[in-house]
């Protein structure tokens, strides 16, 4: 079963995305990409720039919905990574949907990263993985041991609230948020 959610801001402010309605997948709600957004835009320690001519990777996809706010908010690129067979067919239906001119969907398991396929790393990154599956921690260092982190890349992470992360020493939490039942931390890249 598919059903619809809608962008929340920018140029494709309520534009319609598919949401697939099964285990395992569970889209980022309105009110929170809405939260997160704000943040990004409208904190000091980001500011309204965090979007303009940035390269996006948004990790465990799912519909694609924080890649594609990122995009309809200004994004140069977004790049998705997703390796779940039934939810990659809404995925690649929504970027379709975008005729997003710099985009590309990346069949991966997070888990065997190699060297990121763009020639530069990624200046925001979206991670939200499955909840309490432990795949924060190992994920981030995937991305870092392989350079998909640009210098000062911003990393926003959604997970659990009642889930706990050992801290890598490679990124600094700039800012804690709970929604519901997910807790969102903004973070940068130390380098």
């Not at 870092?144 to 890598?168: H, R, T």
Request: glycine share 6%; aromatic share 8%.
């Amino acid at each position: 079963m598919i059903k619809s959610m809608r962008i929340v801001g920018g140029k494709y402010r309520g534009k319609k995305i598919l949401a697939p309605v099964h285990e395992g997948t569970r889209p980022t709600a309105d009110r929170t990409r809405e939260m997160i957004f704000n943040i990004l835009l409208h904190n000091p320690a980001f500011g309204p720039g965090i979007l303009r001519d940035k390269a996006v990777l948004d990790v465990f996809a799912g519909t694609g919905a924080l890649g594609l706010e990122a995009f309809s908010r200004g994004a140069k690129s977004v790049t998705f990574m997703e390796n779940d067979r039934e939810t990659l067919v809404v995925l690649y239906a929504n970027v379709k949907i975008f005729e997003l001119p710099r985009s590309s969907v990346l069949e991966q398991d997070v888990r065997h990263l190699r060297k990121p396929p763009a020639i530069e790393p990624f200046d925001l990154v979206f991670l939200d993985p499955p909840y309490r599956q432990e795949l924060v921690l190992s994920t981030l260092t995937q991305l870092f041991d392989q350079g998909w982190l640009a210098k000062d890349a911003v990393v926003v992470i959604e997970m659990a609230k009642n889930e706990s992360l050992e801290w890598p020493s490679y990124l600094s939490l700039v800012m804690e948020r709970t929604s519901g039942a997910a807790k969102v931390l903004f973070c940068s890249h130390i380098s």
